[in-house]
Nanobody, 129 residues
């Protein structure tokens, strides 16, 4: 497993922006799929899996959840060994804990959280109406 650290969460008003960052010193993230997922306490209590927000594969291909609707952009910063998630036009329904994940066994991405074996601790995003 890989130790991942997220940062950049916070509280913003409806329509605001945040930039999340995921870093590690364990592996070179540019070779593997890195995903951003989110979870709310209610869905966690219901036993639902974490929701895929954005994924970037080892070949640079990106995939987004349908709810993103062009508002978010996932990108790599190879100099910093980081994967960033720029979130614009945030809505109250985007409020959740956001996690980054990877699995050094795969360069391709899959939307299911159980396909990843390494997770960060999460960073809270709160959007007020």
């Amino acid at each position: 497993q890989v130790r991942l650290v997220e940062s950049g969460g916070g509280s913003v008003p409806d329509g605001g922006s945040l930039r999340l960052s995921c870093v590690t010193s364990s592996i070179s993230l540019d070779k593997y799929c890195v995903g951003w997922f989110r979870q709310t306490p209610a869905k966690d209590r219901e036993g639902k899996e974490r929701e895929a927000v954005a994924l970037i594969a080892g070949d640079g291909k990106t995939t987004y959840g349908e709810f993103v609707e062009g508002r978010f952009t996932v990108s790599r910063d190879n100099d910093a060994n980081a994967v960033n998630l720029q979130m614009n036009d945030l809505k109250p329904e985007d409020t959740a804990m956001y996690y980054c994940a990877t699995d050094p066994r795969r360069s391709q991405c899959y939307r299911r959280d159980w396909m990843f074996n390494s997770w960060g601790q999460g960073t809270q995003v709160t959007v007020s109406s």
